[in-house]
C-alpha cells in the first residue's frame, strides 16, 4: 500500500477553486511554471483532463483504499475519479494535480505535480494511474510525455506505470536549459 499522509487523498476532477493552491504547487516546481491563464485555459480546454488531489479533513475514518462514504469522490488507491457532479465532502488542501490532452486514441500528459512536503507518498502514481484509468474508458491507446533527463524521481515514476524512452529533445526545457526524455506508453483497452 501507498504512503499516503494521516489524512485521505480523494482525486477529483480540478476545479477553478483548486487554481490558487496550484499555483502555490507550480511556483515550487523547477523550470518554468504554468501561469494561472494557462491553467484557466486548461479547465475549459475541450481535449484537456485534469484532476486534483485533495487532503480529506472531514473526520472520515477511512483510509486511503476505502471508498469515501457516498460522496461520489474516491481514495487514490481505487483509481476511482469522481464526476463533476458529485457532493462535495469537506476538503482540505490541494496535495497535487496531473493533467493530459486526448488527441485521438492518444494521451499527451501534460504536467504532473505535488506538493513539495507530500512527494514520495504515492500521490503522484495514484495521479497517474487514475489518468491511465480515464483513458482506458476514452479509448486512449497510446501515451506520451516529456521529462527532464534530470529528474529522476519523474523518470522512476513513469518507468513504474510502463513508460519507455523514445529518444532525447536536446534543448526543450528552458530556466535552466535541459533536453527532455520522450516517453511513450502503449496500452490495450
Not at 486511503?64 to 458529485?86: C, H, I, L, R, Y
Request: aromatic fraction near 6%; hydrophobic fraction near 35%; include cysteine.
Amino acid at each position: 500500500m501507498a504512503d499516503f499522509p494521516e489524512q485521505s487523498v480523494i482525486l477529483r476532477p480540478m476545479r477553478e477553486e483548486d487554481l490558487d493552491e496550484i499555483m502555490v504547487i507550480e511556483a515550487s516546481a523547477p523550470g518554468n511554471p504554468w501561469s494561472r491563464e494557462s491553467m484557466e485555459k486548461e479547465l475549459v480546454n475541450p481535449q484537456a483532463h485534469y484532476l486534483t488531489a485533495v487532503l480529506c479533513t472531514d473526520g472520515r475514518e477511512d483510509g486511503p483504499g476505502d471508498q469515501t462514504g457516498g460522496s461520489g469522490e474516491t481514495s487514490t488507491e481505487t483509481g476511482e475519479v469522481a464526476g463533476a457532479g458529485a457532493d462535495p465532502v469537506d476538503m482540505g488542501e490541494v496535495a497535487g494535480y496531473a493533467g493530459y490532452w486526448q488527441v485521438m486514441d492518444e494521451g499527451h500528459i501534460m504536467n504532473i505535480a505535488v506538493r513539495e512536503d507530500l512527494r514520495s507518498r504515492g500521490i503522484g502514481r495514484a495521479l497517474m494511474e487514475a489518468m491511465l484509468k480515464e483513458g482506458d474508458s476514452l479509448g486512449i491507446l497510446y501515451w506520451t510525455l516529456e521529462v527532464r533527463v534530470s529528474n529522476a524521481p519523474a523518470l522512476h515514476l513513469y518507468e513504474k506505470t510502463g513508460f519507455t524512452s523514445a529518444g532525447i529533445r536536446p534543448g526543450y526545457y528552458s530556466n535552466p536549459k535541459e533536453d527532455a526524455n520522450i516517453l511513450w506508453l502503449s496500452r490495450s483497452v
